[in-house]
């Protein structure tokens, strides 16, 4: 039998000077960087308008190890309790 096809939907979320990206789809939530410190309400903001929270974060991919897409990444860790 054929796999039916997924469909999910990016977010661009701007967390102060920085851009993450929520990847949602009906049974996955992916957080693409984690912007800088400092501006967590603004991820908390983009998530609710969103109806999520923190503690839905499946998976959290870092692009790159700057300081503006790894920012809350220990933080978020912590929160949504993500291995």
Same mark, same amino acid.
């Given at each position: 039998? *054929?796999?039916?096809?997924k469909t999910y939907n990016i977010t661009p979320i701007h967390i102060g000077k920085s851009? *993450? =990206?929520l990847v949602? $789809?009906? !049974?996955? &939530? /992916? @957080?693409v960087d984690t912007g800088c410190s400092g501006n967590l309400s603004l991820l908390e903001? *983009?998530?609710d308008q969103n109806n999520l929270q923190i503690t839905d974060i !499946? =998976? /959290?991919i870092v692009t790159h190890s700057h =300081? !503006? %897409? &790894? $920012? %809350? @990444? *220990?933080? /978020?860790k912590e929160k949504s309790g993500i291995k």
């Open positions: 039998m *054929a796999e039916q096809s851009n *993450a =990206y949602t $789809g009906s !049974d996955l &939530v /992916i @957080l903001q *983009a998530l !499946d =998976y /959290i =300081y !503006d %897409h &790894v $920012g %809350h @990444l *220990a933080e /978020i």
